[in-house]
């Protein structure tokens, strides 16, 4: 069974809701900053990025932390056909597995119609396109650099972020074990994120864009299925005083 809505769970939704906006705010602060192109000048010059090669970027953080990824997910979709911990019915596992995997797609969709070319195709970066290539903000749109596109947000951040859905799904049955689920979602996310950055893959902002679509989802997620509930609460309580009345008006 679902949780009740109560007054501590809708106060709680809100605050979800707090949360989200104000990182909305930090992350349009920092895209109007223009720190993007600073950070990566600090990293990288006209040869390059030199941790682009790096084992422990490329090895362990990018390769070692898709595969992490894949095998979560396998083991959500293993609990979702058989709990492995008390706790969720196996319709609120179905429904946050079917929510992760619509954030793990979500960015890669947005990525497939971007214009923003990743930092190691710029020309003050040693990117080797025919023609220069210029750093774009993602918020230029239709406006093109010159290179590939489709960097903007970072996918691989978002391998990570997709599994903030287990946060919800755990905090209203094992909120201890719900918060230990999101401090590690974030700390993979940042991991992955800086090692894509540190590369030269990918910009700062394109990682905290991905971490907020994925949150947004889930949030956006979280308040659907609360109106569900209630809507159904409201019907099962609706159904026993609408046959009480029929009951009376028919003795």
Do not use: N
Request: charged share 10%; aromatic share 8%.
């Amino acid at each position: 069974m679902p949780p009740l809505v109560t007054p501590a769970l809708t106060a709680v939704h809100r605050r979800d809701l707090q949360i989200l906006l104000a990182t909305l705010l930090a992350v349009l602060a920092w895209d109007a900053s223009g720190l993007d192109l600073t950070v990566m000048r600090l990293l990288g010059d006209a040869g390059g990025f030199p941790l682009r090669q790096a084992w422990w970027t490329s090895t362990l953080l990018h390769d070692g932390g898709r595969r992490l990824g894949w095998v979560l997910l396998a083991l959500l979709a293993v609990d979702a056909w058989r709990p492995l911990l008390a706790g969720p019915s196996r319709v609120e596992r179905c429904r946050w597995l079917a929510v992760t995997l619509a954030a793990a797609l979500l960015v890669p969709g947005l990525k497939r119609i971007s214009t923003t070319s990743c930092p190691w195709d710029l020309t003050e970066f040693g990117g080797q396109a025919a023609a220069p290539v210029l750093h774009v903000s993602h918020w230029a749109w239709g406006v093109f650099d010159g290179g590939a596109g489709h960097c903007f947000p970072s996918g691989h951040a978002a391998g990570a972020f997709c599994f903030l859905s287990g946060h919800f799904l755990l905090r209203a049955h094992r909120p201890r074990l719900a918060r230990v689920w999101l401090a590690g979602t974030l700390l993979a996310g940042a991991l992955f994120g800086l090692a894509q950055t540190l590369r030269g893959a990918h910009y700062p902002s394109h990682t905290l864009w991905s971490a907020w679509l994925c949150a947004a989802l889930c949030v956006a997620a979280q308040r659907s299925a609360t109106a569900s509930a209630a809507d159904s609460t409201s019907g099962a309580i609706a159904l026993p005083s609408s046959t009480i009345d029929a009951t009376r008006s028919g003795s």
